[in-house]
């Protein structure tokens, strides 16, 4: 391992560490300003004639650490690939490996790790945009999320999220809603801020008063008596909270039985995904959830095979099958599309520590009954010494805002993309019908 390698390695921790601590610190200031924006909303009433197929749900799962979208979706059609991976690579789909891609289209491949996600490919229900990202050349963790996350890149006014204003510029899927987006985690993502009626919630069924239970309905009527003598806002970020408790508890997450068979596994994700599924189907009103998924920063033994990555990209592909079996079998088929993506990718050239470092260009998956799927949707631009970003990268050819624009204009009803997406003139990819 050089020393070059070292430092970008021993850097890229640290700072995704300080990534992590900065990122709960602000993220939970923000979320605070964003619970207390919405207007007052009348307690739910459980709405069993409300239809979620008027517009997708969309699930926005972030890969932070930045994923190697050349191993997730392996370009074997590209001879350079070979070279710049000796260790790393994916053998080729003819090769005599037992440990191999799986063909897609001639030129791309699934590594056996992303297998379990081959049936929704093949149903065309899943679609991976390949050399894409963010065009902006930042290598730095918290810049790169910040850029994608907001939607416009090195724009320090801009504090709300892409997914946050596409929520605050339409109406309430279900009008009798209080829990339009959810981030599944202890502070809100910040795709999410300024998104109205959304609260971060790690654990859907145990979002609760915190302390002994036995006094929980005595501080209930507490702290209800106490808000409903304030005013808005404040009035209505309490109450809200006191009655989106109310209708997860409606939900039997912990009984929760997935629908065709689906196995989401042990891992958090899982977990978390499989709640997610139990919180569409009860139908009340959510239109956007964020996950995160951490552990994606692979400066050494990666292991592609068995390893590291190889684990990551097990648990995804599990999970992600899961979710698709679970959402389109049984009598409630929520409309729903999940959007996977990671800040960028990594360089194309494996290190000396059997690792990658930070890079550049990388994939999306896009899984949902609307995506025009079994397909990989790239403008490649290839992996020879003439053809690498500064030298050393996967070019981005599609930005990640194509992407996200098709999808909130296609599939989630917005009115105006320049809101989403400030400045920025996407060029859809017919990538959801």
């Known amino acids: 391992m050089t020393?070059?390698?070292?430092?970008?390695?021993?850097?890229?921790?640290?700072?995704?560490?300080?990534?992590?601590?900065?990122?709960?610190?602000?993220?939970?200031?923000?979320?605070?300003?964003?619970?207390?924006?919405?207007?007052?909303?009348?307690?739910?009433?459980?709405?069993?004639?409300?239809?979620?197929?008027?517009?997708?749900?969309?699930?926005?799962?972030?890969?932070?650490?930045?994923s190697d979208?050349?191993?997730?979706?392996?370009?074997?059609?590209?001879?350079?690939?070979?070279?710049?991976?000796?260790t790393l690579a994916i053998a080729r789909p003819d090769s005599s490996a037992t440990d191999k891609a799986t063909d897609l289209d001639g030129f791309f491949g699934l590594p056996p790790a992303m297998l379990p996600l081959l049936p929704a490919y093949q149903a065309q229900r899943l679609?991976?945009?390949?050399?894409?990202?963010?065009?902006?050349?930042?290598?730095?963790?918290?810049?790169?999320?910040?850029?994608?996350?907001?939607?416009?890149?090195?724009?320090p006014t801009l504090l709300t999220g892409w997914l946050g204003r596409h929520i605050a510029n339409i109406p309430p899927l279900n009008p009798s809603a209080v829990l339009r987006g959810v981030g599944l985690s202890t502070g809100l993502a910040r795709t999410l801020v300024g998104a109205p009626d959304t609260l971060p919630i790690a654990n859907l069924s145990g979002f609760n008063l915190a302390g002994a239970q036995t006094s929980r309905t005595a501080?209930?009527?507490?702290?209800?008596?106490?808000?409903?003598?304030?005013?808005?806002?404040?009035?209505?970020?309490?109450?809200?909270?006191?009655?989106?408790?109310?209708?997860?508890?409606?939900?039997?997450?912990?009984t929760y039985q997935p629908s065709g068979g689906a196995n989401y596994g042990t891992s958090a994700f899982g977990s978390s995904m499989k709640s997610v599924a139990a919180l569409l189907k009860a139908q009340v009103g959510v239109e956007?959830?964020?996950?995160?998924?951490n552990g994606w920063d692979t400066h050494t033994n990666q292991?592609?095979?068995?390893?590291?990555?190889?684990?990551?990209?097990?648990?995804?592909?599990?999970?992600?099958?899961a979710f698709d079996t679970d959402l389109t079998s049984g009598p409630t088929q929520p409309s729903y599309i999940a959007v996977v993506m990671s800040e960028f990718g990594r360089r194309a050239a494996e290190n000396g520590s059997a690792g990658t470092?930070?890079?550049?260009?990388?994939?999306?998956?896009?899984?949902?009954s609307a995506v025009q799927g079994g397909r990989v949707v790239s403008q490649w631009p290839g992996l020879a010494p003439g053809q690498l970003y500064e030298g050393l990268?996967?070019?981005?050819?599609?930005?990640?805002?194509?992407?996200?624009?098709?999808?909130?204009?296609?599939?989630?009803?917005?009115?105006?993309?320049?809101?989403?997406?400030?400045?920025?003139?996407?060029?859809?990819?017919?990538i959801v019908a």
């Open 303 to 321: 292991g592609n095979i068995s390893g590291t990555m190889a684990a990551l990209m097990a648990s995804i592909a599990q999970v992600l099958a």
């Open 69 to 86: 979208g050349l191993t997730m979706c392996v370009p074997y059609g590209d001879n350079a690939y070979y070279s710049l991976r000796p």
């Open 357 to 368: 470092d930070h890079g550049h260009g990388n994939c999306m998956l896009v899984l949902g």
């Open 219 to 254: 501080r209930r009527m507490v702290i209800d008596n106490m808000y409903n003598g304030t005013l808005d806002p404040l009035k209505a970020a309490g109450l809200t909270t006191l009655q989106t408790i109310d209708t997860l508890a409606n939900i039997s997450f912990s």
């Open 288 to 293: 956007a959830v964020a996950i995160d998924v």
């Open 127 to 155: 679609a991976i945009v390949h050399a894409c990202g963010s065009t902006d050349a930042s290598r730095s963790h918290f810049d790169a999320q910040r850029f994608m996350e907001v939607g416009k890149a090195d724009d």
């Open 3 to 66: 020393g070059s390698h070292q430092t970008e390695a021993a850097r890229g921790c640290t700072e995704y560490a300080e990534l992590s601590r900065r990122g709960f610190l602000a993220a939970s200031g923000l979320a605070a300003a964003a619970v207390a924006a919405p207007a007052w909303l009348p307690r739910i009433a459980f709405a069993k004639d409300y239809r979620s197929s008027m517009r997708d749900v969309i699930i926005s799962i972030y890969l932070r650490g930045a």
């Open 393 to 430: 990268d996967l070019d981005v050819t599609i930005d990640y805002r194509d992407v996200l624009a098709e999808i909130c204009a296609q599939r989630l009803g917005a009115p105006d993309l320049s809101v989403i997406f400030p400045d920025y003139a996407p060029t859809f990819r017919n």
